[in-house]
């Protein structure tokens, strides 16, 4: 960790892609490293705090290497990034130990959204968090879960991938492009059937004690979640 940045290392098969993700880490002010395979990152030196995984590649796969590093390394940052996206594959994902799940192609803006939210998660014990002492809601994608300060309930993997998705954008926001990808009948859903779901999910919060406005609509774009939200580990 360099200047409470994290050291992040981009393991993506795809040369070109892995060059273009590691100039814009850069550019954003992160430490990068870029590695093409998992047995190309670990003949490195350093360490990274959070590693931007692709799922498909050459010799150990992104999901093997995920298990292996979620159990050697828990307090490491996971962004899963892979053109599989179905519902099924994103769970895997979340079993495997991915903090956060993007599926390609995602623009640099999300991805860079994605390592902001986990860089904030992995910041040293002691320092200063924006609006401290606020309500704060915890998913736990693994268990399809969310807790606030009046207790957890279950959710359903769409509405799971959904407060993932708001919780890796900078502004909390979700695009109705995005809600459609996240939502395992995402595609067919009207807007009156979206904005339902949003309204079930608004009631969820509310039970868990964010009774106030959780989850606003964004004109000409989708949704906005109003609560800070970290993703759980277990």
Do not use: W
Not at 37 to 64: C, F, I, M, R, W
Not at 144 to 153: A, H, N, R
């Amino acid at each position: 960790m360099t200047q409470n940045r994290p050291l992040i290392a981009v393991i993506e098969d795809n040369a070109d892609l892995n060059g273009i993700l590691v100039h814009a880490l850069r550019a954003a002010g992160y430490a990068a490293e870029g590695h093409l395979t998992v047995e190309d990152l670990e003949a490195a030196e350093e360490q990274p705090d959070l590693y931007l995984l692709d799922l498909n590649l050459p010799g150990e796969d992104g999901l093997s290497f995920a298990r292996r590093l979620r159990l050697t390394r828990p307090q490491a940052g996971i962004v899963m990034l892979t053109a599989r996206n179905e519902m099924d594959q994103r769970r895997r994902g979340y079993d495997s130990g991915a903090d956060i799940y993007l599926s390609k192609p995602s623009s640099v803006d999300e991805i860079l959204g994605a390592i902001g939210a986990l860089s904030r998660r992995l910041a040293p014990a002691g320092a200063p968090q924006p609006d401290e002492g606020q309500p704060v809601l915890v998913l736990s994608p693994r268990r399809l879960e969310i807790t606030g300060p009046g207790g957890s309930v279950s959710v359903t993997a769409g509405e799971a991938a959904v407060l993932a998705h708001c919780a890796a954008d900078p502004d909390g926001r979700i695009s109705l492009d995005a809600f459609h990808d996240a939502m395992p009948d995402g595609r067919d859903l009207s807007k009156v059937a979206i904005e339902l779901k949003i309204v079930r999910l608004r009631k969820k919060l509310a039970g868990i004690g964010f009774d106030g406005r959780s989850i606003g609509s964004v004109r000409n774009f989708g949704y906005q979640l109003l609560v800070p939200v970290r993703i759980a580990q277990t």
